[in-house]
């Protein structure tokens, strides 16, 4: 936990995004190099748990990028890659993202605002190529009423209508 | 705590997951199976669908593993199946989860990375 952990929000403002908030404590210039520059994106992206074993980024228009995480003790790895379609820095950022065994591909916009001094608004909108694809992020709350004895999956139902 | 991510469910059985629940008529299907197995005329009464159209969305709902149909007699009674809907929560509640956790871990990161000018710009 950290001051602004409450901040984190994840909502569904159309049918085929899903739109992730989060407020950090520094302006978006420091934010943004936390982001974008590899040196950075080791310190907090990976960890022993889980290290970010490939962190390779060419943060410019038309430049790729890829990061795969490693689980020591297991079997697991998981890769991650994309291109960089629009590059502002330090506010705005477009990338492709793919997971290499999951659903996808999605279209990332990521927007930084200074909320206050010294406070960075992230907003992190992920488009998904068509609401089925969505509609199985937001399945999981559906299925966590499944999981639950099905108490909560009226609502969750309701909530992707 | 720690956060792991299982290697994925195959990704076509969950893009069938995904389709399956993209319908909101099949949502409906899988809300009513919640209280328990139901007959195809049972299934179509709340829409007015003809059988023939509510067996072509349980067809679907079947092929992604979240609806089993029965043995019994000719009416079949369609029941809902959770596994491939706990997969699809797994996954999702996993990629939250790590997210979550990331973000505090850049918050504490932020704190300690040296300022540059350039940030004040």
């Keep these: ?161 | 705590m720690t956060t792991t991510l299982d290697p994925a469910p195959a990704r076509d059985g969950l893009s069938l997951v995904f389709a399956a629940l993209a319908d909101p008529t099949r949502r409906a299907m899988l809300t009513r199976l919640r209280r328990g197995p139901a007959t195809v005329g049972e299934l179509g009464a709340p829409f007015a669908m003809t059988g023939p159209a509510v067996s072509k969305h349980l067809r679907v709902l079947e092929r992604a593993g979240l609806v089993t149909r029965g043995r019994v007699a000719q009416a079949r009674p369609a029941s809902l199946s959770a596994e491939p809907m706990k997969q699809v929560a797994e996954w999702a509640a996993q990629f939250r989860e790590f997210w979550d956790q990331r973000y505090d871990r850049l918050d504490d990161y932020l704190r300690t990375m040296p300022d540059e000018p350039e940030d004040h710009s």
């Design chain 1, 1 to 161: 936990m950290t001051p602004w952990s409450g901040t984190f929000d994840v909502s569904t403002p159309d049918d085929t995004s899903i739109v992730v908030r989060r407020q950090f404590g520094a302006e978006p210039g420091k934010v943004w190099r936390a982001l974008t520059e590899p040196e950075h994106l080791r310190r907090w992206l990976g960890d022993a748990d889980f290290p970010l074993t490939t962190c390779e980024m060419d943060v410019r228009v038309g430049g790729r990028y890829r990061w795969v995480f490693t689980q020591p003790d297991g079997p697991g790895a998981m890769g991650v890659s994309g291109t960089y379609d629009e590059v502002e820095r330090p506010r705005r950022i477009v990338t492709t993202e793919q997971f290499d065994d999951y659903p996808g591909p999605s279209v990332n916009t990521l927007v930084l605002d200074e909320a206050a001094a010294g406070r960075t608004a992230m907003t992190l909108t992920v488009r998904y190529v068509d609401r089925a694809m969505r509609d199985g992020w937001l399945a999981s709350g559906m299925a966590d009423g499944l999981g639950r004895g099905y108490e909560r999956l009226d609502d969750a139902l309701d909530d992707l209508h």
